[in-house]
């Protein structure tokens, strides 16, 4: 995962969205309120809930703040019973909510994101895996952490792309963490997600990409106009005798493949 930190409001690429201001505070005031509600969650109950009831928790709370954003979710597929490696192309941090909605996952993070305000504190609380990149050999801690979670029976995402893109493309995959699919050994469940609006097939207000900055990224979400979000969950695929660099380039290709379909349908 390659997410900014927070930045400041960015009146360039908001600019077009003020007349819908008063909806898009609506919507940002309940998000502050659900966010509270999980911090309320993290510091009473949820040291003493199981795996199993975090899980629920995690993927109803996903769910209802993409709700209050106004973000439509359609899903295709059923994902992979057990532990399994999600590998999902990157559009903005909205992906990792979308995922967590319909099959909640431990997350690979840059070790910066614990660090933020608030936030932070609910990302670390979802079990995410923190990564120090400046760090060369840190990957391989990572790695070792994230095969014994597999094995553990827990399914942990990855974005193998590095970072977001505009969500009409997938980007050149790197190949480094799926290994810890093959060291645990897990299958792998590819999903494809892509976001689009009332007058785009490809929606620039969900692409978190260039300088725009966390506060910039929530409010253009937040003033958009019938935004949803597919999620295609492919079939899994098993890594047994699997080679690195030939299990990613056949899941960029075949992901590739169903996002250019998705952008292709018509527009509702």
Not at 5 to 30: E, F, H
Not at 155 to 171: K, L, Q, R
Request: glycine content about 6%.
């Amino acid at each position: 995962m390659s997410t900014a930190a927070p930045g400041p409001l960015s009146t360039a690429s908001v600019s077009v969205s003020w007349w819908r201001a008063p909806i898009a505070i609506w919507r940002l005031g309940r998000v502050v309120l659900h966010i509270l509600h999980a911090l309320l969650l993290v510091y009473t109950i949820w040291g003493s809930l199981d795996a199993a009831a975090r899980q629920r928790r995690l993927q109803a709370w996903s769910r209802k703040l993409l709700r209050v954003l106004g973000l439509g979710l359609s899903s295709q597929g059923l994902p992979h019973a057990g532990a399994k490696l999600v590998v999902s192309n990157h559009v903005s941090w909205l992906d990792i909510v979308v995922i967590n909605s319909v099959m909640p996952s431990r997350f690979v993070s840059k070790a910066e994101v614990g660090d933020w305000p608030v936030l932070g504190r609910l990302v670390t609380a979802a079990g995410t895996l923190y990564l120090v990149r400046e760090r060369r050999r840190d990957a391989m801690r990572v790695l070792g952490l994230m095969a014994q979670a597999l094995r553990d029976g827990q399914s942990v995402a990855v974005f193998p792309e590095g970072t977001t893109g505009a969500g009409d493309h997938i980007m050149h995959f790197h190949a480094n963490l799926v290994q810890s699919a093959i060291d645990a050994p897990a299958p792998i469940q590819p999903v494809v997600l892509h976001y689009r609006d009332e007058r785009h097939a490809v929606s620039p207000a969900a692409a978190y990409i260039g300088d725009t900055g966390l506060l910039a990224s929530l409010w253009m979400v937040a003033c958009a106009r019938q935004l949803t979000v597919s999620v295609q969950i492919l079939a899994a695929q098993s890594v047994t005798h699997a080679d690195r660099r030939a299990l990613t380039d056949g899941l960029h290709a075949e992901m590739s493949a169903h996002l250019a379909n998705a952008i292709q349908s018509p527009l509702p």
